[in-house]
């Protein structure tokens, strides 16, 4: 079974940074693109960052300059590099991969992370 794991996040002064990390397993024989999310409502989630297969990224307005979305070293993996943290920041963060193809599953198939929670304090 296809799954995402999110990890890194926890709680950080105004101005700190985090890294967080997201794995894909599960079967995967490729994957078109992978993104970071961030709950900005009850119905609502931002796209903050995505990176396609290609290597194309792409940010939010409001984290341009201090976020940065790589390939990890595993396989199936991203980063998400956050410095200067602000309040506003403050959200729990899914990873999400699109056009998954996989073991047992029907292409394309798009898949969430649990989330991972990312507190800034002043």
């Known amino acids: 079974q296809v799954q995402l794991v999110e990890s890194g996040g926890g709680l950080v002064q105004s101005g700190g940074s985090l890294r967080l990390s997201c794995r894909a397993s599960?079967?995967?024989?490729?994957?078109?693109?992978m993104a970071w999310y961030r709950q900005v409502s009850q119905n609502q989630r931002e796209l903050v960052a995505l990176?396609?297969?290609?290597?194309?990224?792409d940010y939010a307005d409001s984290v341009k300059g201090r976020f940065t979305i790589s390939r990890g070293d595993a396989e199936n993996t991203v980063d998400l590099q956050m410095n200067s943290l602000k309040d506003e920041d403050t959200a729990v963060y899914y990873c999400?991969?699109?056009?998954?193809?996989?073991?047992?599953?029907?292409?394309?198939?798009?898949?969430w992370g649990q989330g991972t929670q990312v507190t800034v304090s002043s």
């Open positions: 999400k991969a699109d056009g998954i193809n996989a073991r047992g599953y029907i292409y394309p198939h798009t898949e």
């Open positions: 599960g079967g995967i024989i490729s994957i078109d693109d």
């Open positions: 990176m396609s297969s290609s290597g194309t990224t």
